[in-house]
């Protein structure tokens, strides 16, 4: 189950980061950082080929920047982002096999989310991104694996990368590209770990529990036993909107109620009033005038016009534009007590809709893609072509039987290098 479930982790990051390869943040990287990426076999996804090192780095910013990456609730940390580019592009230098790079990542994605799992929601609250820091962690040990690293370097491997996890939320909620860089470097930091671990270089054996460890200087409050063992990556979500996944059972009670009202979208005019009721987190993103696409996808007020006046929130729908800032303006978040007692087990939020005429209403204790809701394998594959009309999306027929097959035979077969940076 694990297995099949870190396949789809895959092919879902796979489409979110050939799409993502064409967002400012990740080609501002590429611009950067072309005069210095080395020749290698790890590919840069969409643009050709480079060195582990930065590919890693390119890679996790372009998984990323769409807001489209799978997450935990619970770890409250999107892995995939970090995890996977670390995984990959040692996979393909070193070429390993699918089957290897697969329990890799089910390794990255157990350390990353059990450590998620201890740590927040206090490391969360008082302003880390657990992309950055636990996924840096993830993304070492998912890197150790690929390098058949011993339990020495192992240790060293993750002492390094604690010591190199960050990430703040002043950068997600503030609307920046920093948000993006946190999943790249956390990516970039776990192949750097592995790399330099397996040559001897040594890193704290303590970073986690010491005195001035992960726990004590990053989330003093904290579980202090991890649930390893438990292959966390079965609780994974999956994105279908390209926003902040704590505003997507807001818009799925919306959906619900252009559903009922038999409406694929709804006319600004015709709104006296919307109130959504939620936990306090979500409501904690009330941005009503965005001033880019990243404040955007923080904005629980913003992102509900915006799929209201469009019935769906695609990438292409996601611009500012006077309409959608005068129903923004109609929209009232309220903190429900009881649904904030429910989270973070659930994700809760109920839509009221005042029209002219009448009035609707529809609530959500979890959106869809959650363990509970997973997407199938059909959802990913939509998803895909959605995002990327022009690839024959028949190629990834080969992802099914991926274990035998050497990560960069894979690749190329694949095809996902478009063209040279």
């Keep these: ?64 920047s769409l807001d489209l990456d799978d997450g935990h609730r619970l770890a409250q940390v999107h892995p995939g982002a970090s995890v996977i580019p670390a995984a990959l592009a040692l ?62 370097q192992t240790i060293d491997c993750l002492g390094l990368a604690g010591t190199q996890a960050a990430g703040l939320l002043e950068s997600d909620h503030k609307g920046s590209m920093g948000k993006h860089l946190h999943a790249g470097r956390a990516a970039q930091s776990g192949v750097l770990s592995a790399l330099l671990a397996r040559e001897g270089f040594t890193g704290a054996d303590t970073i986690i529990e010491g005195d001035e460890g992960f ?101 292409e729908n996601m611009k500012r534009s006077k309409t959608a800032q005068k129903l923004a303006q109609k929209i009232k978040i309220e903190i429900s007590e009881k649904m904030d007692s429910l989270y973070p087990e659930k994700r809760p939020s109920k839509v009221i809709l005042r029209l002219k005429n009448r009035s609707l209403e529809s609530s959500n204790i979890l959106p869809h893609g959650e363990p509970e809701k997973p997407f199938t394998r059909e959802d990913i594959l939509k998803k895909f072509k959605l995002l990327n009309r022009e690839y024959d999306t028949e190629k990834l027929k080969i992802i099914d039987e991926m274990e035998t097959s050497t990560m960069d035979e894979l690749m190329n077969k694949l095809d996902l290098r478009r063209k040279t940076p």
């Design 91 to 152: 996979a393909e230098e070193e070429k390993v096999t699918g089957e290897k790079f697969l329990t890799s990542i089910i390794v990255g994605y157990e350390i990353c989310l059990s450590l998620g799992l201890m740590i927040n929601p206090y490391h969360r609250n008082i302003g880390f991104h657990s992309t950055g820091t636990c996924g840096t962690f993830g993304a070492a040990a998912a890197s150790a694996k690929i390098l058949s690293l011993n339990k020495k």
């Design 1 to 64: 189950e694990a297995v099949e479930k870190a396949r789809l982790c895959f092919l879902d990051f796979l489409g979110v980061s050939l799409r993502g390869s064409r967002e400012k943040s990740g080609l501002s990287t590429l611009k950067a950082l072309e005069p210095f990426i080395s020749p290698g076999r790890s590919t840069i996804i969409g643009y050709g080929c480079g060195d582990p090192l930065n590919v890693s780095l390119i890679n996790g910013i372009f998984a990323h």
């Design 215 to 315: 726990l004590n200087a990053m989330s003093p409050e904290h579980d202090t036993s991890p649930e390893l063992g438990n292959f966390h990556v079965r609780k994974v979500y999956m994105k279908k909107y390209p926003i902040c996944r704590h505003l997507h059972s807001t818009i799925d009670s919306a959906a619900k109620i252009l559903n009922s009202l038999g409406m694929e979208s709804i006319n600004e005019d015709i709104v006296d009033e919307i109130i959504v009721k939620t936990y306090e987190v979500a409501a904690e993103h009330d941005d009503y005038k965005p001033e880019n696409i990243e404040s955007i996808r923080q904005s629980l007020p913003y992102s509900l016009a915006l799929f209201l006046l469009n019935g769906d929130l695609r990438l």
